[in-house]
């Protein structure tokens, strides 16, 4: 028999609409992956702006201190860069270069490189701005020593290492360097400060009927977990780039963010493995739930079949009774 036209249509609907999902599930990991690739690509170029801009400021300072401080040019910061500016004769400059500056040596003091591949050594102090003694109208220079590490040849792609194992912004680094160093927490300033506020908004209660209330405990957990859910595709951006320590050395940039974006979405894939394992399970269950439904429909149907025929049966059983004529009756009639 036939399936019922009815059906038919609404599971042709049903087909078509699941295919039409996976496609486009299909585009939107695509355009993750894309998105993913790109964000990682601009963590490790501000990565190189920042590092050319650092050596560039002990480049300056070492030209400043063997001048014998007679280059008013390179006295400082702001001095140097708008006599380069002068110089070039553009408005074009590196994007936040002062503060690049500043971001530098905060940064490598606490991730920069303390050996690199030539050997060359530098203690982690000789990094801190905090012990430079030689000052010139405010601006502080480090020893030649600390000029010549930073300058060496290798140390570029050694801090370059250093600061994608960490795998965030500059400013969030930034951020999480100062707090480092003042003792207080690894985290990022802007996180700590989330949760300050809450903390303040929330005061404790200390009644006994507070203690048992039980809504009250459970809803700060769940809001929690909302934000968490939201800020979920932001830090794993962020943590991409901490991928690219796990490369090979001398490995190319570009192929490092390839295989940082591809290790990023393979653990993505996997982390939603159970969901999607749990959905087919539910798809199945309910493809069972309505084959069942069919079944009972064709059951019924059938049934019904059968006692249609059964009481045509019985009609037909019935008329030939009626004009079945028996020998007495004839006898009678007659």
């Not at 400013?171 to 480092?180: G, I, N």
Request: hydrophobic letters at 35%.
């Amino acid at each position: 028999m036939a399936l019922d036209p009815t059906a038919m249509g609404y599971w042709k609907r049903a087909l078509d609409a699941s295919k039409a999902a996976a496609g486009a599930e299909k585009a939107e990991r695509a355009h993750e992956h894309a998105m993913l690739r790109s964000r990682t690509e601009k963590h490790v170029e501000n990565y190189k702006a920042l590092i050319a801009i650092g050596q560039l400021d002990a480049w300056r300072q070492k030209q400043y201190l063997e001048s014998g401080r007679t280059l008013d040019e390179y006295k400082s910061v702001r001095a140097f860069f708008k006599y380069i500016q002068d110089k070039l004769k553009t408005e074009e400059m590196p994007k936040n270069c002062a503060h690049n500056v500043i971001f530098f040596w905060s940064l490598l003091l606490a991730f920069g490189p303390l050996e690199l591949k030539d050997g060359s050594t530098i203690a982690r102090g000789a990094l801190d701005k905090a012990s430079w003694t030689t000052s010139v109208q405010g601006s502080k220079f480090a020893e030649l020593s600390t000029l010549d590490f930073v300058l060496n040849g290798g140390f570029a792609d050694a801090f370059l290492t250093e600061l994608c194992k960490q795998g965030h912004g500059v400013d969030t680094l930034d951020k999480k360097a100062k707090a480092m160093l003042n003792g207080t927490t690894d985290a990022p300033a802007k996180k700590s400060r989330r949760r300050s506020k809450k903390a303040a908004s929330e005061p404790a209660e200390t009644t006994e009927a507070a203690e048992t209330t039980p809504p009250k405990a459970k809803a700060p957990a769940r809001r929690a977990r909302r934000r968490g859910r939201r800020h979920e595709d932001e830090d794993e951006i962020e943590t991409a780039v901490s991928e690219a320590a796990l490369a090979p050395a001398g490995t190319k940039t570009a192929e490092l963010v390839d295989l940082m974006a591809d290790n990023k979405m393979l653990r993505r894939d996997l982390a939603t493995r159970d969901e999607e394992i749990a959905a087919l399970k539910a798809s199945l269950q309910k493809k069972g739930e309505e084959i069942e439904e069919m079944n009972l429909y064709f059951q019924e149907r059938i049934e019904a079949l059968e006692d249609e025929l059964a009481r045509e049966k019985d009609k037909n059983k019935t008329g030939r009774r009626q004009t079945a004529v028996s020998p007495l009756s004839d006898a009678t009639n007659a």
